[in-house]
């Protein structure tokens, strides 16, 4: 069982940064994908970023490309997401998760974390 615990989230304004982070406990493989997701208010969860642990190849939703950046610390065990020139559009509960295949491209990942608030006031 793969337990992921989310920290970083945040008030912070536009045009400013934050950085997610995940600490990952119980994965027994390096065939993982990881991955970030955003639920708003009354709006469905919704794919922002994706990393494979072995190799690093990485994935963005347009709407973030070019201003996030998703990485993994193999010595930490951790996945980050650094966030930077956020927009109010950003403000979500984001998630953390965790699927044992590579370059996984659906959003019925097996494992989630709690999430974190990202709150970008105007």
């Known amino acids: 069982q793969v337990q992921l615990v989310e920290s970083g989230g945040g008030l912070v304004q536009v045009g400013g940064s934050l950085r997610l982070s995940c600490a990952v406990a119980?994965?027994?493989?390096?065939?993982?994908?990881m991955g970030w997701f955003r639920q708003a208010p009354g709006k469905e969860r919704e794919f922002v970023a994706r990393i494979n642990w072995i190799g690093g190849s990485t994935y963005y939703a347009n709407a973030v490309k070019g201003r996030f950046t998703i990485s993994r610390d193999n010595a930490k065990n951790t996945v980050s997401l650094q966030m930077d020139g956020l927009k109010p559009e950003d403000t979500a509960l984001y998630y953390c998760?965790?699927?044992?295949?590579?370059?996984?491209?659906?959003?019925?990942?097996?494992?989630w974390g709690q999430g974190t608030q990202v709150t970008v006031s105007s």
């Open positions: 998760a965790a699927h044992p295949r590579l370059s996984y491209s659906s959003s019925a990942y097996a494992y």
């Open positions: 119980g994965r027994t493989s390096n065939s993982y994908t």
